[in-house]
């Protein structure tokens, strides 16, 4: 093969099988795989012919396609799954928030003034209201709110934490990192698997401004284990002046089926314990966007507000239009709209109904198997609940793969790939059975 015959950039570009790629990232592709093979035409070894360069392209082209955000249909019955963007917004959340999102909107307009206003004072008085709070403000992240309220109360000082909560989250993000980057000092009391009230209270000193409770919503201490309830710590940082905040990290509204809420108190009655302050995710067990929700008392949410970090961990209006019509959903008691908690709550019986479904509509029926599956999302660690799944024959392995190619994500277990069903939305249910026949034939 000579420089002459490698097919040229233009010409590739405009291949029928390349008509609806992003022009200029399969460039970048083919001046490099063609780059490739220039040097080695210069060094005298074998390049690929003409044919094969454009599948190379192609490939290469496919697989940075698979990076985009895209939807696909989860199978692996963890409703929550981080990896599958966690909490799925309803349709009709969507719908009412359309307008906000793609027109102008009063993100910072007052329309009864018509002066500037600030963003956060309509989602806090529906939050605040949901939680029988006095105020509450949002950031991008749960992670970016506990940073920024121990900035914000603790920097210079110290804030007194159990060593058994110190937690690492996903993506190898430690709560002690996040902590210590606020510019407070982590005064660690007790041991790993035990911590008692005396601990807490023989800690505190003059540069004590804080006791920090950190929930422990990705891993569970059982066995010769001990630590202090909020109500405890709480009632401590009044009698000694000092701030309470409880970084929940996932919590939820109402209750949860299965018994999974048994150790697991939804947010409404932790505020009932004189927690000064409480942050935890929009888009966990609460079943909203991504954001770092912080309640409590008004006075500190203020201080909170005027802090100088928080414009560059605030939320867009695309986040904050979700965010209340997830909290006016709540409020108006429309909990059909709130996906996470009615899939983790959904029945037996209603599992089992879906599967028949799918069943009477698929080409060579598949065998309905009682299984369990975890909530996920770094909430209820260890704690296992009921589901059904259809059962795929065949190589396991195999099997995973075609249904991921078809953007079906299931899981395997005991050597059998499985469909989950408790984390399989309604809505695709028709796209579901259309691809496992598809993948039958």
Known sequence: MNYKDLPQVDKILNLSRFKNAIKAILSKFAREILSEQRELLKAEKTCLNADEIIEKIAHKYEKFQKQELSKVINATGVVMHTNLARSV???????????????????????NSGKRSNRYD???TLLASL?????????????????????????????????????????????????????????????????????????????????LK???????????????????????????????????????VGELGYNLGKDEPNIAKIMQSGVNLLSFSGDKLFGSVQAGIILGKKELIAKIRSNQLLRMLRVDKITLALLCETAKAYLNKEFSLITTPNLINKSLAELEKMA???????????????????????SLPNKSYPSLALKVDGNAIKNEEIFRANRIIGRIENDAFLLDLRSILQGDIAELIQKINQIQE
Do not use: W
């Open 131 to 211: 939680f029988e709070c006095e105020d509450a403000i949002v950031v991008n992240n749960n992670a970016s709110a506990v940073f920024l309220v121990l900035n914000t109360f603790a920097k210079g000082g110290e804030t007194i934490v159990s060593r058994g909560e110190l937690v690492e989250i996903g993506g190898s993000f430690r709560v002690p990192s996040v902590m210590q980057s606020s510019g407070t000092k982590l005064c660690e009391v007790g041991t790993t698997n035990k911590t008692h009230f005396y601990d807490y209270e023989n800690a505190i000193n003059d540069d004590t401004k804080m006791l």
């Open 356 to 378: 028949n479904l799918i069943n009477s509509k698929l080409n060579r029926p598949l065998r309905v198997i009682k299984t369990s599956s975890f909530v996920g999302g770094g």
């Open 122 to 124: 309509y989602v806090g």
């Open 89 to 111: 917004i309803d349709e009709e959340i969507l719908a009412r928030a359309k307008d906000s999102i793609c027109a102008y909107s009063t993100l910072e307009y007052d329309l």
């Open 214 to 252: 950190v929930h422990r919503s990705n891993f569970a201490l059982v066995g010769f284990s001990q630590s202090v309830d909020i109500q405890a710590i709480s009632d401590l940082a009044k009698k000694r002046n000092l701030i309470a905040y409880y970084d929940l990290g996932s919590g939820y």
